[in-house]
């Protein structure tokens, strides 16, 4: 609880303070000097001259705080204080450290006047504010920034008219305010070498600060950059113009299994296998940027990682800093740039028998882990089905890759899918598979793999681990795998273009996709669902007329949905008044005669049911090695079902384990 002193004023004051209080203001003629007049201008809004109220007073944990902060400060100045007390020990006197905001770190002085002002309640703690104490020295100085003397009369309270206060701030060579010292002493005890005391140990203290400052300060910066290199989540370490490691934040000691302060100090080259292409780099004073190289451990582990290396030159020698990133943070940065995909099921407009069967199979197909084997001519949309098939797994949080095999020479093919580890001249970088880790690794026109890539893919599909070219390293990767083809593949299995036992593999899961001349009740709803994004981009609403659809839904689509997407997008561009009509069709629509094939819900090879479904069993069989679960998964039925169908085909799942 903060006391309160309440006394009257005395009529003994001097008149100009009296008229003061009194009037509100005083003529210029009368007026002390403008730092102090201003301050009772200040004051006089904010408090009466008679009530003394204690100043206020810092809590421990605050006071201890400012104190540790004030360290450095306060142990010159005790020091500087206690060599000026010693010179001056008859006189009645207290020298007291505030800091910038005037609070009372420490005083030494005489025993009485010590007393005198605690029973003010100025003690360790407490604030010389002048909206708390009135005018003062002390505040004065903090507040103009230069020394300030108040002596008697001057001060704006009235209970601290028998005390004459110098202070004089201290700066530190960065001109900011670091602390106050004030000298204390009574009305009748003034000396006119007070305020040149004050500024002589706020001096001595100032240049006393600069060197321990400036050490501070270095200290302090190193102290941060080492807090932000161990904060940060690459690996970081450095090393001198011999190689021997200067410094090793923790995420580097763990990511290269290091001892972080037994290897300071250590030669590198002796504490791992540096990366050839790093040892290049080092020799040749280069830089290297995101390169992916491989360290080996003491502990024979292989650590791979992106590097960032830097040569710090300094004359004839050269230090190194490298940063390890680390390449799970990579491929999610990949993933979340490329890897995310947008086609649903959902969003896939279904009007024929044919589409419908097909999601529904494509949806079992989401469920397994086997690979899917999508076949279809051109333009139908493999892709997209992959997408959606992808997007409806249980890998839907992970990345979507896609490669097309036509678009690659052989002898890039390789270094595309398996990838490549870094050399002396060429930095490393992963192959698709290690970039779908944990997603979908889709495969337009899988028929363009060459044969020795062909055996390298079923290699992987068994193993589940990839070797990159020019390493003997193994990669384990976790991919599902879906590929698409339109091209006749048994075909050219018999003319020795496809591996036998590749097919069979990628035929776990065949889905087949009918084109779209075989689809008519779809193509109202596609041409529906293009014209709404369209309209969705453009921000329009388009409309097509009822002969222009027909007309479209009659043209054979030798180019299937892809040729149809490019057909009404042409439209929508020219059509007037956000209307298509049948104007706006290409000619070759309107020239042609059409003659399209009726929808037949036979198929021209007809089988029966019954051995379709044992047709299907026995591929799901081969491909899941007869594993019972798997089977059912795949079929979309329970395990008792399964059962009953294998008994009724006679069919023993024995054989495809073998």
Request: net charge negative; glycine share 6%; with cysteine.
């Amino acid at each position: 609880m903060i006391g309160i002193i309440v006394t009257s004023l005395s009529e003994n004051l001097p008149t100009d303070w009296l008229a003061f209080f009194s009037r509100g203001s005083l003529p210029a003629e009368q007026r002390p000097a403008p730092t102090i007049y201003d301050s009772w201008l200040r004051c006089q809004k904010l408090m009466q001259p008679a009530p003394w109220r204690l100043p206020h007073r810092a809590g421990a944990a605050t006071l201890n705080a400012v104190r540790q902060r004030k360290s450095d400060l306060l142990t010159l100045g005790q020091a500087a204080l206690e060599d000026a007390w010693e010179l001056m020990a008859s006189r009645r006197c207290v020298l007291q450290i505030l800091d910038e905001s005037g609070c009372l770190l420490w005083q030494c002085g005489h025993t009485h006047t010590r007393s005198a002002l605690e029973s003010l309640g100025f003690v360790t703690g407490s604030y010389w504010a002048e909206g708390h104490v009135g005018t003062n020295a002390a505040a004065l100085a903090i507040r103009n920034g230069n020394p300030a003397q108040v002596c008697g009369d001057e001060h704006y309270k009235q209970a601290l008219r028998a005390w004459n206060s110098s202070a004089t701030p201290v700066y530190d060579n960065n001109g900011r305010q670091r602390a106050v010292i004030v000298l204390l002493s009574a009305a009748d005890d003034l000396c006119t070498s007070d305020l040149s005391l004050t500024l002589s140990i706020a001096k001595e203290i100032g240049n006393a600060l600069h060197s321990g400052i400036l050490l501070a300060e270095t200290n302090r910066h190193l102290n941060e950059l080492y807090a932000l290199l161990d904060g940060v989540e690459d690996g970081v370490l450095a090393w001198d113009h011999y190689g021997c490691l200067q410094y090793l934040n923790h995420r580097a000691a763990h990511m290269l299994q290091l001892d972080e302060q037994n290897s300071l100090g250590q030669p590198l080259a002796g504490l791992l296998v540096l990366p050839v292409l790093l040892q290049h780099a080092i020799a040749q004073r280069t830089t290297l940027s995101h390169a992916e190289v491989t360290f080996e451990t003491q502990q024979q582990h292989f650590v791979t990682t992106l590097l960032t290396l830097k040569p710090v030159p300094d004359g004839e020698y050269c230090s190194f800093i490298a940063l390890l990133h680390p390449l799970e943070q990579w491929r999610q940065l990949i993933h979340h740039q490329f890897g995310k995909v947008g086609q649903t099921f959902e969003q896939m407009p279904v009007g024929s028998a044919d589409m419908r069967r097909l999601l529904r199979y494509g949806r079992q197909a989401a469920r397994g882990h086997h690979p899917v084997l999508l076949q279809g001519e051109e333009g139908v949309g493999k892709e997209l089905l992959a997408q959606a098939i992808h997007n409806a797994s249980e890998r839907a949080a992970g990345p979507y890759v896609a490669l097309n095999c036509q678009t690659l020479a052989e002898e890039q093919m390789a270094r595309e899918l398996l990838g490549r580890d870094a050399s002396e001249a060429e930095a490393g970088y992963p192959g698709k598979f290690e970039l779908a880790q944990g997603g979908t690794l889709y495969l337009e026109q899988v028929e363009y793999l060459p044969p020795e890539m062909q055996s390298t893919l079923l290699q992987i599909i068994k193993n589940g681990v990839v070797i990159r070219q020019g390493s003997t390293r193994v990669i384990p990767v976790d991919v599902r795998l879906i590929v698409a083809t339109s091209a006749d593949l048994p075909l050219l299995i018999k003319q020795g273009r496809f591996r036998r036992q590749l097919f069979y593999t990628l035929q776990a899961f065949e889905l087949q996709i009918p084109p779209l001349r075989r689809r008519q009740q779809d193509i109202p709803l596609l041409v529906t669902h293009h014209l709404q994004i369209l309209g969705r981009h453009f921000r329009h609403r388009y409309q097509i007329d009822e002969d222009a659809m027909h007309q479209l839904c009659c043209y054979p689509w030798p180019g299937n949905d892809l040729e149809l997407k490019g057909v009404v997008e042409r439209a929508a561009m020219i059509c007037q008044h956000n209307r298509i009509r049948l104007t706006d069709l290409p000619e070759h629509l309107l020239a042609e005669k059409l003659a399209l094939e009726p929808e037949n819900p036979f198929p021209e090879q007809v089988m029966t049911l019954e051995a379709a479904e044992k047709q299907t069993i026995i591929r799901v069989a081969h491909a899941t090695g007869g594993k019972i679960n798997e089977m059912a998964l795949l079929l979309g039925i329970g395990r008792t079902t399964l059962w009953r169908k294998l008994k009724q085909h006679q069919l023993d799942v024995g054989q495809f384990k073998q």
